[in-house]
């Protein structure tokens, strides 16, 4: 052991021999000396703390600060107010506070944004998850070309969302784009110009949303497909099973659980949607709750805006318990 | 019209006779229908992005003229080259650093038995339930020198690539983390116990038996966080300013459009800008599409 501990430090010395001479070395190999002796679990603690250091600074330290700010006054000047306790979500709630002003209803700004967002997610989520599961069902058959469409599906996963936001708005920009036509097409008032309306910008988030995270879903889903036991098919095919039998009676009860893996993180990232609006139509026409968060924050109120967020992350853990409790039930169902 | 109703026919009894065959058919067309349904987006992009602009009204599905300056053009509107290697480079650096982090976390996960190991493995995952705005207030004031800490202010990190790259690390960090626990879990122990007679340290084991094993999914989660960060727009927006200076990243470069618009809309310079913001990514994922599938079923379907 005492050999190899050498061993590493060799290469490590000639470097520290250089910056600083010996005394670096000999402190290097004290140092690893001992976090070798270390038990197994302190080691496992000591190997761990970069990672935790790094959690606390971005994660477990900003969301207690937002959480005391949030029960804070919202202050000009001063960046922390007097304490208020849940006054801000009280006028949130209420209605009195003056969020950015959406387009359902400008009375009441927060539930508006909260349709909005709503809308949006359904929308985005529903329509991924139909795209995704078609292309999950297309790419699990072998054919030829069949390694060709598994690179086009992944592609729009990767495509930069201030991109996406691009293409969506050149291709419904009047003059421009192609879409525009779609849009008369469909029957749309606004549609010559649809990125100044908020009815036409809010479908256009949506279709971008599916086009980008439909790969998603058809990735998990696909994986979903691949791990059912062949042989299942094989008795079926045996007992005269129809291809719509089959899909029935095994493929669809078996992938459930990754729908449902694919539903909680479609879900929590549509919720939480903030660059494509942006990058689409911007936040005037489109009023989704991470765009209020912002707005308040760029006006100082650091109490309203922490409020929420707070709110908008309690609705998202709402839901995700209310999937994973279902979730729970069916598997008990199906076992 | 005889003729083609035998056509018809042959069709249709060939078809009840062979169901596979127009099975086969069915498969070959909506493949190719989503396809195009994918890749129409890019296509459009690409149109645009080559129209001298005085066509630019008049384009719908083919291009109306080929104009290949737009390329160099749009880098004269927007130094985007420079956005996109601040990007590159951010996301190096992001990459590099959850690799190291991730690797001692997961190597502990995977192959240690500790008390706590299920609590702060859930507190790790929890994380990415969080919406970025219950993040971004507090981190906002960290990194401009507003917080101070026992009586001392914080460094002003602003206009540093430090705030797009500890929060991107941050939200990666429990995904790649993931991954590799399944990973280095699965390497079995006869090998690392053999190194470890041989007078390997734990620390010496995990870096020349572990991680070289398991090189394949190292390979997955460098390339997820790459691409991770890279298309990144929550953080990458707010917590810089929209100077390349000040290391902006891509989401400013393009961005800047609509700052920067010169009267008559350049469209065309626009979308050629997206397509070379598209480069870098577009690589990875031809390089890369298998390990990103088997890197994004393993994080998700195993949580």
């Not at chain 1, 679990?41 to 949030?70: N, R």
């Not at chain 2, 939200?171 to 007078?199: K, W």
């Not at chain 2, 008559?264 to 990103?292: D, E, R």
């Amino acid at each position: 052991m005492e050999n190899n501990i050498k061993r590493i430090g060799d290469v490590v010395k000639s470097v520290a021999n250089q910056l600083g001479g010996r005394r670096v070395s000999r402190l290097y190999t004290r140092l690893m000396n001992r976090i070798e002796v270390l038990p197994d679990d302190k080691f496992a603690y000591l190997m761990l703390t970069p990672a935790f250091i790094l959690m606390t600074i971005i994660a477990f330290w900003p969301i207690t600060y937002t959480l005391q700010m949030s029960v804070r006054e919202d202050h000009d000047i001063e960046t922390v107010g007097e304490f208020v306790g849940l006054e801000n979500y009280y006028k949130i709630l209420t209605n009195d506070a003056n969020l950015l002003a959406p387009f359902f209803d400008i009375t009441q700004p927060f539930y508006s944004s909260l349709t909005v967002t709503i809308i949006i997610t359904i929308g985005a989520v529903v329509l991924s998850m139909v795209l995704g599961f078609a292309q999950a069902l297309i790419l699990n058959e072998t054919f030829k070309g069949q390694s060709v469409m598994r690179v086009i599906v992944i592609l729009p996963w990767a495509v930069p969302i201030v991109i996406q936001g691009m293409i969506f708005r050149l291709m419904f920009t009047p003059g421009a784009g192609v879409g525009v036509e779609w849009l008369d097409f469909l029957g749309f008032a606004n549609a010559t110009s649809p990125l100044a309306y908020s009815r036409e910008s809010t479908f256009i988030v949506i279709l971008a949303e599916a086009w980008k995270h439909s790969a998603f879903v058809a990735i998990i889903l696909l994986a979903g497909l691949q791990s059912i036991n062949r042989e299942l098919y094989k008795v079926a095919d045996v007992a005269g099973a129809s291809r719509w039998q089959r899909f029935k009676m095994i493929t669809f009860p078996l992938i459930i659980p990754a729908i449902f893996v694919a539903l909680i993180f479609r879900t929590i990232e549509s919720m939480r949607i903030y660059g494509t609006v942006v990058a689409v139509s911007g936040c005037g026409d489109v009023t989704v709750l991470t765009c209020s968060v912002i707005n308040e924050f760029s006006r100082h109120n650091y109490g309203t805006s922490s409020a929420v967020a707070v709110i908008l992350a309690l609705i998202i853990a709402s839901i995700v318990a209310v999937y994973l409790t279902r979730f729970a039930q069916r598997g008990g169902i199906s076992q | 019209m005889k003729k083609y109703n035998n056509i018809a026919d042959k069709l249709v009894k060939s078809s009840i006779a062979n169901p596979e065959r127009i099975y086969n058919y069915l498969l070959y067309i909506s493949a190719a229908f989503f396809s195009v349904l994918i890749i129409f987006p890019f296509y459009f992009l690409f149109v645009v992005s080559i129209t001298p602009q005085h066509g630019l009204a008049e384009v719908r599905y083919l291009p109306t003229g080929f104009q290949w300056e737009n390329y160099i053009d749009t880098l004269e509107i927007v130094p985007l080259h420079q956005y996109i290697l601040n990007s590159i480079i951010i996301a190096t650096i992001t990459t590099v650093f959850v690799l190291i982090v991730a690797s001692l976390a997961g190597y502990v996960f995977g192959r240690f038995k500790f008390k706590g190991r299920g609590v702060l493995l859930v507190a790790f995952l929890i994380i990415t339930y969080f919406p970025g705005t219950t993040y971004i207030i507090p981190l906002f004031r960290l990194f401009t020198g507003n917080i101070s800490l026992f009586g001392l202010a914080t460094p002003d990190l602003y206009g540093t690539p430090w705030p797009v790259v500890l929060p991107l690390a941050g939200i990666t960090l429990p995904l790649a983390t993931f991954i590799l626990t399944v990973f280095y879990s699965r390497i079995p122990d006869g090998l690392e116990d053999a190194a470890r007679i041989e007078g390997c340290t734990r620390i010496g084991a995990l870096f020349r038996v572990i991680v070289p094993l398991s090189a394949p999914a190292v390979a997955t989660v460098g390339i997820l966080t790459f691409i991770l960060v890279y298309n990144e727009f929550f953080f990458s927006f707010l917590l810089t300013d929209s100077s390349y200076n000040n290391w902006a990243p891509l989401v400013h470069g393009i961005q800047m459009y609509e700052v920067t618009t010169v009267r008559g809309s350049p469209y065309h310079l626009m979308a050629a800008g997206s397509i070379l913001g598209l480069i870098p990514v577009t690589v990875l994922v031809f390089l890369g599409q298998k390990k990103i599938v088997s890197g994004l079923t393993a994080g998700a379907l195993k949580e």
